[in-house]
């Protein structure tokens, strides 16, 4: 019996594509059959983590739909906790990853308002040195 929902959401900066954000985009596709990557703002990323990405929106937008063509990129928001991509997309799931805790918490907020299921991944692929903050490092 398959219990995968329609629409799964992820959210993420996605700078430097590696084996960590397929690992959590992997993972994402055990809940739901369409995959919905929204990905922050160049401007938003500075304000989250206190630094531009290596790439651009643009740029991690393409290689997202590079390697992933049967998923829905979206850009996300411009300002924080607008939740556009959730009212436009109404995801049945949304998938955090292992060190998206801050996110996770403002999503179990409204997840009963928006009625989709929220799922946090703990498991992560070889822990830190796939992380992009240490992988940017040396690109």
């Known amino acids: 019996m398959n219990?995968?929902?329609?629409?799964?959401?992820?959210?993420?900066?996605?700078?430097?594509?590696?084996?960590?954000?397929?690992?959590l985009l992997k993972n994402a596709l055990n809940y739901g059959l369409e995959l919905y990557i929204v990905v922050t703002p160049t401007h938003r990323v500075e304000?989250?983590?206190?630094?531009?990405?290596?790439?651009?929106?643009k740029e991690r937008m393409h290689a997202l739909e590079k390697e992933y063509p049967e998923a829905r990129i979206i850009e996300g928001d411009n300002d924080a906790e607008q939740w556009t991509p959730?009212?436009?997309?109404?995801?049945?799931?949304?998938?955090?990853?292992?060190?998206?805790?801050?996110?996770?918490?403002?999503?179990?907020?409204?997840?009963g308002k928006y009625?989709?299921?929220?799922?946090?991944?703990?498991?992560?692929l070889n822990g830190e040195e796939l992380h992009s903050r240490y992988i940017n490092k040396s690109v």
């Open 3 to 23: 219990t995968k929902k329609e629409k799964v959401m992820v959210f993420g900066v996605f700078d430097n594509l590696h084996e960590g954000h397929r690992f």
């Open 115 to 124: 009625n989709f299921e929220l799922i946090q991944i703990k498991e992560n």
């Open 86 to 111: 959730i009212i436009n997309n109404t995801p049945e799931v949304i998938v955090c990853g292992y060190d998206q805790d801050e996110l996770y918490d403002a999503l179990s907020k409204i997840s």
């Open 47 to 57: 304000k989250i983590k206190g630094k531009l990405p290596f790439y651009s929106i």
